[in-house]
Nanobody, 126 residues
Framework: QVQLVESGGGLVQAGGSLRVSCTASGRPFSSLLIGWFRQRPGKMREFVTA????????DYADSVKGRFTISRDNAKNVVYLQMNSLKAEEEAVYCC???????????????????WGQGNQVTVSS
């Protein structure tokens, strides 16, 4: 089973930047597709971005394209989500998810993942 731990959340002003990390253990890290999702108050969990095991493929929600960047360091078993130009409405719990069978083509679907982190609060002040 894969264990996922997010870190790096916190408080940032609107327009600012923040980087959150997802560290995985329990399976060969480079075999895992990693996705980031967020859940805003009163909303359903939504897809943000994903990266393939080799880092050769990524996908982004339209709302974050050009502002958010996902990357990974397979030597350190960590995936990073760099968030720039954050908006107040993007305040949410950000969580990472992993799966060995998922692909970039299916990465937007919550059902594609069988392992989830507990999430990390990102607060954006306006």
């Amino acid at each position: 089973q894969v264990q996922l731990v997010e870190s790096g959340g916190g408080l940032v002003q609107a327009g600012g930047s923040l980087r959150v990390s997802c560290t995985a253990s329990g399976r060969p890290f480079s075999s895992l597709l990693i996705g980031w999702f967020r859940q805003r108050p009163g909303k359903m969990r939504e897809f943000v971005t994903a990266i393939s095991g080799s880092a050769g493929s990524t996908d982004y929600a339209d709302s974050v394209k050009g502002r958010f960047t996902i990357s990974r360091d397979n030597a350190k078993n960590v995936v990073y989500l760099q968030m720039n130009s954050l908006k107040a409405e993007e305040e949410a719990v950000y969580c990472c998810a992993a799966d060995m069978s998922a692909t970039i083509a299916t990465s937007k679907r919550k059902s594609a993942y069988d392992c989830w982190g507990q999430g990390n609060q990102v607060t954006v002040s306006s």
